[in-house]
């Protein structure tokens, strides 16, 4: 992973860049200035992640926020995030669902065909019932969409928004932030994504896991 992160890695097994059928979620990892902790950069991944299956669409991992790298001599640009390998570990994911999701620098990548790169969406901000909808976060490129849900919006809501009509002709939706749960009834599937995202650090030591 960290020499697809840094664009060094080219091997294109299974059309991993070139495919242009393929379908993409991609989505900010904010914060909406509250406090931020690795349980929630993983609640949003796994909504992500949720999104990714109902709609079979694979999911371009953000940066994530740094918590407590700094002293290490690899991290030398904090402002700019970590990658996935700086808090997740990266085998246990794969275990399960390699194939399934892409660096954050995917769209960047050269063998990434251009019909994919211009085909995305403008940036989406969900949010459920109760909630504010951020003015002054909601950039005017931003499509804001409510729900009626309060806690949970379900699957059959997300299908109707993003799997059929406007949205679903774009091959990346670009999401505003994933600050919201999913209704998803799978829960065995529920419990193996949980587990996947085991905490790790940049070297990737298990006896840190």
Not at 31 to 43: E, L, V
Not at 45 to 59: E, F, K, P, S
Not at 67 to 77: D, F, H, S, T
Request: charged share 25%; aromatic share 12%.
């Amino acid at each position: 992973m960290r020499f697809k992160e840094v664009g060094l890695w080219s091997y294109d097994e299974k059309r991993y860049f070139t495919n242009t059928s393929q379908k993409y979620i991609t989505y900010d990892n904010l914060d909406f200035g509250q406090q931020t902790s690795p349980d929630s950069d993983k609640s949003s991944l796994i909504t992500a992640m949720i999104l990714g299956r109902i709609l079979n669409r694979i999911v371009i991992l953000p940066k994530f926020n740094c918590y407590g790298c700094a002293n290490m001599p690899v991290c030398k640009r904090v402002d700019n995030g970590c990658a996935f390998n700086a808090l997740f570990h990266v085998k246990s994911l794969d275990s399960h669902f390699s194939g399934q999701y892409r660096e954050h620098t995917f769209l960047k990548h050269p063998k990434v065909p251009d019909t994919i790169k211009s085909s995305t969406s403008p940036k989406i901000h969900m949010f459920t019932r109760g909630k504010k909808d951020y003015d002054g976060l909601a950039l005017s490129d931003t499509i804001r969409i409510g729900t009626k849900d309060k806690n949970m919006i379900s699957s059959e809501f997300i299908i109707s928004k993003f799997g059929q009509g406007f949205f679903s002709e774009f091959a990346v939706l670009r999401f505003h932030s994933l600050d919201f749960n999913i209704h998803f009834e799978n829960r065995s599937w529920i419990s193996t994504i949980n587990d996947s995202l085991r905490p790790c650090n940049y070297r990737q030591d298990p006896r840190v896991m």
